[in-house]
């Protein structure tokens, strides 16, 4: 894996799972309803059934698509297939295109992948809330709605995810 070094992240980077959907952003409730939507009377949707045209248009800057390769390696792979405009202006740089493993030091893969694992392992969604320093004075918070896709309604192909991303100043 050659190119650009990985960018750490602030010390402390926080993930919890909340496997019971307390969801409490807006937006995240309406993604919610959205996949359920799409899901039908299937255990997840395909990546074929969301259209973003279709989509409402509040909630496309908070969607992020990430491409799941779980390959014959010992541990999945992850790449962000789309990132929302509300969370490129909030972190001030787009990595869509970019494997995880590829831009995050090892602690900082750790925490990003905690979701995106447990969709995998468990074939449903999951919400996460993350907490990380941006500097001394002032740290991201974020509440996540990490949803699976499949295209032969088995295997989790792609990850369908909604954020919340708050700048909060101490």
Known sequence: MSGPEPMPLPAVFRVELDPELAVVSP???EALR??????GPRQMPARRDFDPAETPRALLPHILLIDVDAGAGAEPRFRWRLI??????MLGRDMTGRWF???YDAGTLTSITTGPRWVLANRRPVRT??????DERSYL???NLHMPL?????????????TDLRSIRL
């Open 84 to 89: 929302g405009t509300h969370v490129t202006t």
């Open 34 to 39: 959205l996949w359920e939507a799409l899901r």
């Open 150 to 162: 499949s295209d032969d309604g088995r295997r989790v192909d792609k990850i369908l995810v909604a």
């Open 129 to 134: 809330v993350g907490q990380a320093p941006v």
């Open 101 to 103: 493993d590829e831009i």
């Open 27 to 29: 937006v995240l409730a």
């Open 141 to 143: 918070r974020s509440e």
